[in-house]
């Protein structure tokens, strides 16, 4: 049995109401650095912590004995450290956790009976998705699967060059990626250095699930292909969606792109959900903050996933719009189809999703300006836009 003494410390403390967690869990690329950071700047939050649930990628991989168990003391030690700096008032503390850190088993209800609420974060998993594979071109050198390959030589399989006496292939091949986001291109290193030793030896606890979803999939070949998508998290929350809900006994959903076209009313409506209180400088004026753990955050990928927030003074409204679905490696098709955007339609239409509700408050949603030309969020993104009509023509069907 792993030895669990934060765990049992911090679930003492907040049994006693000296320490109130609120839990921020997400699919990659949804938001959720930004989201932690509004709610850091309530004034009823004390302090927050990034992602206590991953551990720093090293190569080769040695797995700790108790990898659970270092998250439950990173939150331990922060909330300590919050009890020193406001004179053992009771705490309250944000804590962001990705879906593919927690798993869908014990470790997960482990996490649910210490928070005393939780927020899911989604977003449009087309753009996520989008967002994640980018991240992962952009510093593909860095993984150690990566670097077995001459990545030259791959592009010149690619078709990019004849040769690869110039040593600027890949560069090439990255930088055409990069402006087109054709990843169907390079999927078979994709796959390969998304399902890496985060997934397998590094979350071996997590092995024998991800088997049992191959065993349970026809569409996927490979063990690979189910650890590169099962790194979006769109699998966890797929299973939280249709079977753990209900055991949460406090949370709320908020959809990215809604938040930043309209943060103000989204971020009061969740600070009344969350107990704690609202401030403008949640949505408008954040100050300068540590918004990352300095012991997570040590390579050019972590900090390319950062750099948006950790520069920003606020919340912006969403620019992005979806690529064609033909650009995504096949296996992030189907998981696009089959698994991310079905859940990503059940989170969307849940009674405790904080959203415009009736017809005329979800057109004016969608007919807002996001960009200086006056483009509308309908227009830039069409596939949440057809995700928010659903859930409408659903709820009046009712």
């Known amino acids: 049995m ?19 967690i609120i839990a921020i869990i997400a ?37 700790p004995d108790n990898r659970e168990e270092i998250a439950y003391q990173r939150i331990w030690n922060t ?16 804590i962001k956790c990705m879906a593919r850190n927690l798993g869908i088993g014990e470790r997960l209800f482990r996490l649910l009976d210490i928070a005393d609420s939780i927020v899911l974060l989604v977003r449009n998993p087309y753009l996520s998705i989008d967002s994640l594979l980018r991240t992962q071109v952009a510093t593909i050198e860095e993984m150690p699967e990566a670097s077995q390959h001459d990545l030259n030589e791959y592009a010149v399989q690619k078709g990019i060059a004849k040769n690869s006496d110039s040593g600027e292939q890949w560069l090439a091949l990255k930088q055409r990626i990069l402006a087109t986001k054709e990843y169907n291109r390079i999927d ?7 399902a890496f030793i985060e997934l397998n030896k590094y979350e071996g606890d997590m092995v024998t699930e991800y088997q049992r979803r191959l ?12 650890e590169a998508i099962a790194w979006t998290g769109w699998d966890n929350m797929a299973v939280i969606a249709k079977q753990h809900l209900e055991k949460m006994h406090s949370f709320s959903i908020i959809d990215s792109t809604i938040l930043r076209c309209m943060p103000e009313p989204i971020l009061r409506s969740l600070s009344e959900d969350m107990q704690i209180s609202y401030s403008p400088e949640m949505a408008f004026d954040w100050q300068p903050r540590k918004v990352t753990d300095d012991e997570i955050i040590q390579s050019t990928w972590m900090k390319h996933c950062y750099e948006t927030v950790a520069s920003s003074s606020g919340i912006k409204p969403p620019k992005e719009s979806p690529i064609a679905p033909d650009l ?7 998981h696009l189809k089959r698994t991310a955007y079905p859940a990503y339609v059940a989170l969307l239409h849940s009674s405790h999703t904080i959203r415009p509700r009736g017809h005329e408050e979800i057109q004016t949603l969608l007919d807002t300006a996001v960009t200086k030309e006056g483009t509308s969020l309908r227009e830039v993104d069409p596939i949440f836009s057809e995700a928010l009509l659903t859930s409408e023509r659903k709820e009046t069907m009712q």
Request: glycine share 4%; hydrophobic share 35%; charged share 20%.
């Open 2 to 20: 792993p030895d669990f003494y934060f765990y049992d410390q911090l679930k003492n403390h907040v049994a006693a109401g000296r320490l109130k």
């Open 328 to 334: 995504f490696p096949e296996v992030f098709q189907k």
């Open 188 to 194: 078979d290193l994709l796959i390969e250095t998304m």
């Open 79 to 94: 909330y300590q450290q919050a009890r020193e700096e406001h004179n053992g008032t009771p705490i309250t503390l944000v």
């Open 215 to 226: 065993d349970n999939h026809d569409e996927y070949t490979s063990l690979a292909e189910i």
């Open 27 to 63: 699919p990659a690329r949804t938001g959720s650095t930004f989201v932690m950071n509004a709610l850091a700047h309530s004034p009823s939050v004390h302090d927050f912590l990034n992602q206590p649930f991953h551990l720093t990628y090293t190569h080769p991989y040695t797995p």
